[in-house]
């Protein structure tokens, strides 16, 4: 069982910065594969970025060079660093954790972003 929790998330002007946590408690592996999704309303939820086992970040195409994810091992930490904000960039954020091939969910953070 895996229990996440999220921070950092709020309302910002356009081109703003934020930057999400998720602290991550439980029965955890290296292996894990971190990473956060987003769903706006009316739409579906989608990957933003993850962490590869080994490792690699991906992320979404809408979001590459702006945002930045990254972990800190010791304290079981991801988080996104979300630069140069759009309006189309608000939605609510959820930390995501696959453990051999289980999926679990933070409840989500808010960003909204006012033009």
């Known amino acids: 069982q895996v229990r996440l929790e999220e921070s950092g998330g709020g309302l910002v002007q356009a081109g703003g910065s934020l930057r999400l946590s998720c602290a991550a408690s439980?029965?955890?592996?290296?292996?894990?594969?971190r990473g956060w999704y987003r769903q706006a309303p009316g739409k579906q939820r989608e990957l933003v970025a993850n962490?590869?086992?080994?490792?690699?970040?991906n992320y979404a195409d809408s979001v590459k060079g702006r945002f930045t994810i990254s972990r800190d091992n010791p304290k079981n930490t991801v988080y996104l660093q979300m630069n140069s904000l759009k309006p189309e960039d608000a939605a609510v954020y959820y930390c995501?954790?696959?453990?051999?091939?289980?999926?679990?969910w933070g409840e989500g953070t808010p960003v909204a972003v006012s033009s």
């Open positions: 995501n954790w696959n453990q051999h091939g289980i999926d679990y």
């Open positions: 439980g029965i955890l592996f290296e292996t894990d594969v």
């Open positions: 962490l590869s086992t080994g490792g690699s970040a």
